[in-house]
């Protein structure tokens, strides 16, 4: 799909910042990683790969990295910083970004401290430069955008021009943009998704079969809808990528990151050694008890969110957690 050609900083060294940087360079942008990792960062710019996060997968010759933060003064800066780091990144610099910046938050999540998702504080913290806050969210493992898979994501934006003008900046005929005007919806379902992949994961862990993942997917569909609503989100929203289509993809795809903690802790192994074990970021474990206390706040029932996090800090077994969940009172759908 044709674009003009644009100045583009993916701030982000992880798997997802770089698999959307090397998609950006496909498509003839301008583009340059921002990492803090000398070594990574190397590699990048000699070796074309990313040997910590996606190794033995060519990255595309064009593609720069950096570890200037003086690179973060592009026109559009792709955030692929976690949630949970975001606050102290973009306020540590602050002062690269640049007037009028549009920013593309990639990462999912909802900020343990404060209860905010992304758009409700990253605008404010670059209030005086008068950004354009977007959000990209949907079924999108990094390693097969990388091997350029069908993959199909969404872009919401409160003004929908912006929108349409990073979808035509990232769509190509592997990677496929639609756009929406409900950040809010984007976000809840891009993060709350991440705590019920983790409770599919417990269920696969338990062996308790194929009919309880299901009944636990649609529950959790559900308890995302609903918080989602509370918030003001268009319960729409959770029906397209963002809402089932990342579900489906994070509850039952072997890539998953949060899927595979909930396995293994489904299997008897302790958070600290599964965390270990996956050696990445699980976004799902502190957006767990984020959306608990948001839930509580907002007079919302989230008894699955509940559940995880009660295997979380230990006072549940994943095991008696079934239990209590098939045991609550009866109700209707």
Known sequence: MESTKQNICVAGGGSWGTALAHLACQNGHNVTLYLRDEAVCSAINTVHENPRYLSGLALHPALKASTDPKVLNAPVVILAVPCQQQRAFVTAFREHFAEGVVLVNAAKGIEDASGLTPSQFLPDLLAELH?????????????????????????ACADNEPAVRIQHLLSSTSFRCYTSTDVLGVE???????????????????????????????????????????????????????GLGDLVLTATGNLSRNRTLGLALGQGKKLEEATQEIGMVTEGVKTAFAVSKLAARLGVSVPITSAVCAILDGRLTAREASVQLMTRSLGQE
């Open 188 to 242: 809840i379902g891009g993060a709350v998704k991440n705590v019920i992949a983790i409770a599919a994961g417990l269920c696969d862990g338990l062996c308790i079969g194929t009919n309880g993942r299901a009944a636990l997917l649609t529950r959790g569909l559900a308890e995302i809808t609903r918080l989602g609503a509370a918030l003001g989100a268009k319960p729409a929203t959770f029906m397209g990528l963002s």
């Open 131 to 155: 950004p354009v806050y977007t959000v990209l969210s949907g079924p999108s493992f990094a390693k097969e955008v990388l091997e350029s898979q069908p993959t199909a994501v969404v872009i």
